[in-house]
């Protein structure tokens, strides 16, 4: 027996025209609150409030961020920024891994000619010659 799967299940039914609901209820709110301020405030005023609060109501109503609308981000915002925050640190087990000792062959070791280095032994120390050396610049 076939079944059809439903396709689209988060899809929202467009209500008003080409909007959701809720995009109808942030723009419709944005465009009231600009009606009232029409006949309330000075038309400058008026306009550059109207401009910046439709833009808010757009931004809400048609932004999304990673594929969810403006409002359910910034929802989660606030909620992570006000509510408790609780840190656990869970240590992770490791197994200790062994490894044998393996027989490392010394290297062949080749005869050379050896010279006879002279070792000069040191019985003044040089410092208070390195110093003036250093006070004069010479070496």
Not at 90 to 119: A, L
Request: with cysteine; net charge positive; charged share 25%.
């Amino acid at each position: 027996m076939n079944f059809t799967v439903p396709q689209f299940i988060e899809h929202e039914a467009k209500i008003v025209g080409p909007l959701t609901f809720k995009q109808f209820i942030f723009i419709g709110m944005a465009v009231g609150i600009c009606f009232v301020f029409y006949f309330t405030l000075p038309f400058n005023y008026f306009l550059m409030l109207s401009m910046l609060l439709l833009g808010v109501a757009m931004g809400l109503a048609f932004y999304k961020i990673n594929g969810k609308a403006l409002p359910v981000v910034l929802f989660d915002f606030l909620k992570f920024s006000m509510g408790p925050k609780m840190y656990v640190w869970k240590k992770r087990e490791q197994q200790v891994k062994v490894y044998k000792k393996s027989e490392v062959k010394p290297p062949e070791i080749i005869e050379e000619k050896k010279e006879e280095t002279t070792v000069r032994l040191v019985t003044k120390s040089r410092l208070k010659k390195t110093q003036t050396d250093i006070e004069t610049h010479t070496k």
